[in-house]
C-alpha cells in the first residue's frame, strides 16, 4: 500500500509535536491523533467548544495540560494518562505507540526512519510560531507539501 496523506499528516503532526519537545512515544501518539481528527473533521465532523488561547499564552507555554485535556499551541485534543505516560484520545479511543505503528509505520515498509528523519529537518525549518498555530501548521507546513511527501515516502517504500 502506498503512503497517503493521512499517514504525511500523522507524521508531520508527530514531528511538529517532537520538535516542541514532546517526548516521541507522546509525540506519536499525538501525531496520530490530529490525524484522525482531521480525516473525521473533513468528512464533517465537528469539534465543539474549543477554548482559545491568547498568543502570548501560547508563546509563554506552548503545551499546556489540565485534567483530561492538553493543548499544543493552540490545538487542543483530549488526553489519558497511565503510568506517569500521556496518551491522546478521539472518540473514547487512545492512540498508542502500537496504533501508530500499525496505522502508520506499516506503511514505510521498514524505511520509516528514514521519513522520520526527512520530517522532523523540515519541520524544524519552520518558526516556532508557525508550529504553534493549528491553521498556520496546516497551510504552510502539510497543505503545500502533503501530496509531494506522500509520492516521495511511497516511492521510498518500493
Not at 503532526?13 to 517532537?18: G, I, L, N
Not at 480525516?39 to 489540565?66: D, Q, T
Amino acid at each position: 500500500m502506498a503512503v497517503g496523506r493521512f499517514q504525511v499528516m500523522a507524521t508531520l503532526q508527530a514531528a511538529r509535536a517532537f520538535v516542541l519537545g514532546l517526548p516521541l512515544d507522546t509525540s506519536l501518539s499525538w501525531g496520530l491523533n490530529r490525524a484522525i481528527f482531521y480525516a473525521a473533521a473533513k468528512r464533517g465532523f465537528k469539534e465543539k467548544g474549543i477554548p482559545e488561547r491568547p498568543r502570548a499564552a501560547l508563546l509563554e507555554k506552548p503545551v499546556f495540560e489540565e485534567k483530561d485535556r492538553f493543548f499544543l499551541g493552540d490545538e487542543m485534543a483530549y488526553k489519558k494518562v497511565e503510568q506517569n505516560k500521556i496518551t491522546f484520545i478521539i472518540g473514547g479511543k487512545p492512540q498508542t505507540i502500537e496504533d501508530f505503528e500499525k496505522e502508520i509505520e506499516s506503511r514505510f515498509k521498514g524505511k520509516f526512519n528514514t521519513a522520520w528523519r526527512k520530517a522532523v529537518e523540515y519541520i524544524k525549518s519552520f518558526d516556532k510560531e508557525t508550529l504553534l498555530s493549528q491553521r498556520e501548521f496546516y497551510e504552510k507546513v502539510y497543505r503545500p507539501r502533503r501530496d509531494e511527501l506522500a509520492q516521495k515516502w511511497t516511492e521510498l517504500t518500493i
